[in-house]
Nanobody, 115 residues
């Protein structure tokens, strides 16, 4: 059964950086395009970054373009999200999933950016 475990969140001041990790199991990771999503209180869950199965192609929401970088290590079944120049509006619970959100959701990792 597919399992996604996110980590790396925390409390950071505006302008700071965090690196999120998502370890997957129960799937053929290297076959799956992956994405990072986030959900702020009272808002819907949105895709912020995506990466193709081999890592050759990435996509970003306009709100994070130039500040966030998605990457993956297929040997470790892990996808990463490097977040730089964080803003208070980046505060949310961050989740990884396949593109389209078709895998069981993990518990997410909380990112809080103080002003």
């Amino acid at each position: 059964q597919a399992q996604l475990v996110e980590s790396g969140g925390g409390l950071v001041q505006a302008g700071g950086s965090l690196r999120l990790s998502c370890v997957t199991s129960g799937i053929t990771f290297s076959y799956n395009d992956m994405g990072w999503y986030r959900q702020a209180p009272g808002k819907q869950r949105d895709l912020v970054a995506g990466i193709s199965s081999r890592g050759s192609s990435t996509q970003y929401a306009d709100s994070v373009k130039g500040r966030f970088t998605i990457s993956r290590d297929n040997a470790k079944n892990t996808v990463y999200l490097q977040m730089n120049s964080l803003k208070p509006e980046d505060t949310a619970v961050y989740y990884c999933n396949g593109r389209g959100g078709y895998l069981p959701w993990g518990q997410g990792t909380q990112v809080t950016v103080s002003s």
